[in-house]
């Protein structure tokens, strides 16, 4: 088998959104997320002609979208390293970071997925980063332990207001199946949203690994050339048909005093199945 030439990587898939309650809505659209090693970034600005890294290009990836909001600090990889230290967690590997890639300079990135490794190359936790419609981001760091069936399974209570007809008394159940390193592996991030009473919303990320050339990108950029639009209008395309079927707008709470939720033992034990 040919040796991958990039640990980063392109996934091409589809998104889902199932509403459960008190309303049912379900909602799909195809897309392509990029998988970035943080390591890797200035090697893709060299040797890819189609992927830029902090400039404009076709396909790109930015540092000042994702962590700390204030763009300060040592850098991506830096950051995310300063969060598991926080937390207790070992770290020292890989830092490969799943997102939707800016398409001719514009981005919007609903949730990002950080895959942070220890120095054995076992994944040692996983920050969810949220980011709203309102301009805020929040993350939640979480330990992960995947399963016997390579699923990891993790487990938090909501923290940060993301959808206007969405309580904030929920929980997020997490299952994900990380990336792997050759074309044609699948990845998937699963999350069912509970209440007292049960499900309220199942989401999930359903894609395959394709190698990272401007070949791929390019074919990519032609079947999504607007996939920043698209995101943007499938979620307020969602809002509308809510208000529609009569649901109510929740009031915004402050957000979170800390940038970063720090889950204890979530996804190790009592996580579910």
Known sequence: MEERRFASGLYVGTVMHHRVKPVRHRLSYRVFSLLADLDELPRLDRELRLFAHNHLGLLGFQDRDFGPLDGTGSGLKGWAEGQLAAAGIEGGGAVRLLCFPRVLGFVFNPLCVWFCHRRDGSLAAVIHE??????????????????PDGLVRQRCDKGFYVSPFLDMETTYHFRIRPPGGQAGEPLAVSIRQTDAAGPVLHAALTATRVELTDGAILGAWIRHPLMTAKVVAAIHWEALHLWRKGLAIRPRPPAPAQPVTIVKGAGVKGADP
């Open 130 to 147: 949220v980011t709203n419609t309102f301009g805020q981001r929040h993350a939640y760091l979480i330990p992960a332990a995947p399963g």
